[in-house]
């Protein structure tokens, strides 16, 4: 990889210098603002400002789309940033790095988020209290699984390391 001073002087060069599949943390001096390409403000700003203003008990939802490498990532990751600079617990999860897309079902990705939610709690030294993790078991267990499933998720969960173990649903 050429120096990171030194500015790419071919296309190929240009490519090299960058990996497309990997996004941008907010605040990279790397990023650029392509807002007026776009013919609109800031979309992180924009959507930030959405997620501000949305009255509680109220839902914000997006939906960010382009092809690939075209920076939707880039743009969640500066959201995040902005979020987190107003206080919000945000959780960043990239599905497509973390499950197999051939082979996934919507268990696998509700699993896949409260893994993410635990392990950005922890990491931001949050202490959930065992009454909200009981509450939540409860509501996964009457309004998402099957006897089947239960049996699943747990088996999954003891062998997980990290996790140690588990709570009975």
Known sequence: MPDARELPRTVDAAYGAVDPDVPLEAGDPRYVDLSSA???ENLAA????????????????????GHRGSG????????QGRLDQAGFFTVYLDIEGTLDLAD??????????ARAL???????????????VEA?????AETVLTKE???????TLQSDERIGPTREF
């Open 38 to 40: 776009r013919g609109d």
């Open 46 to 65: 924009n959507i930030a400002r959405g997620i501000q203003l949305t009255p509680e008990g109220r839902w914000c939802c997006q939906l960010v789309t």
């Open 72 to 79: 939707k990532s880039t743009e969640l990751k500066c959201l």
């Open 104 to 113: 996934v079902e919507y268990l696998d990705v509700l699993v896949a988020v």
């Open 118 to 132: 635990d392990e950005t709690a922890r990491a931001k030294k949050l202490r959930i209290s065992d009454k909200l």
């Open 136 to 140: 939540i078991g409860d509501w996964f």
């Open 149 to 155: 499933e239960r049996r699943d998720v747990d088996l």
